[in-house]
C-alpha cells in the first residue's frame, strides 16, 4: 500500500479552507465496500466541492492524499499478469 504525505503548502490551503471532514467521512461510510477509481475521485470532488468546503484549487492527488489520511480508505494496487496494473 502506498500512502502520500503532505507538504506545507498542502496543509496551508487546506487550513484556510476548514475542510468539513466529518461530512466526507458521512459520505463514505455507509459505501465501505465500494471500490473507487482515482477519477471516480475527481469526479466527487467536482461535484461535493461546495458542500465539503474543499479548497478550489486543490487537485484530485492532494483531496485522495487527504481521504488516505484523514479517513478509514486505503488505498490499493491490483495486479494481473494478464493486465497492466490498477491503482484503486
Do not use: N
Not at 490551503?13 to 465496500?33: C, G, N, Q, W
Not at 475521485?41 to 484523514?70: V, Y
Amino acid at each position: 500500500m502506498t500512502l502520500g504525505m503532505y507538504t506545507q503548502r498542502h496543509f496551508s490551503l487546506m487550513s484556510k479552507h476548514k475542510i468539513d471532514l466529518s461530512s466526507i467521512v458521512a459520505y463514505f461510510e455507509p459505501r465501505s465496500t465500494q471500490v473507487y477509481a482515482c477519477s471516480d475521485f475527481a469526479e466527487l470532488q467536482s461535484t461535493h466541492f461546495r458542500k465539503w468546503r474543499l479548497p478550489p484549487r486543490m487537485g484530485s492527488r492532494t483531496f485522495i492524499e487527504l481521504l488516505l489520511d484523514q479517513t478509514k480508505l486505503s488505498e490499493l494496487t491490483l495486479k494481473s499478469p494478464d493486465y497492466d496494473p490498477l491503482l484503486r
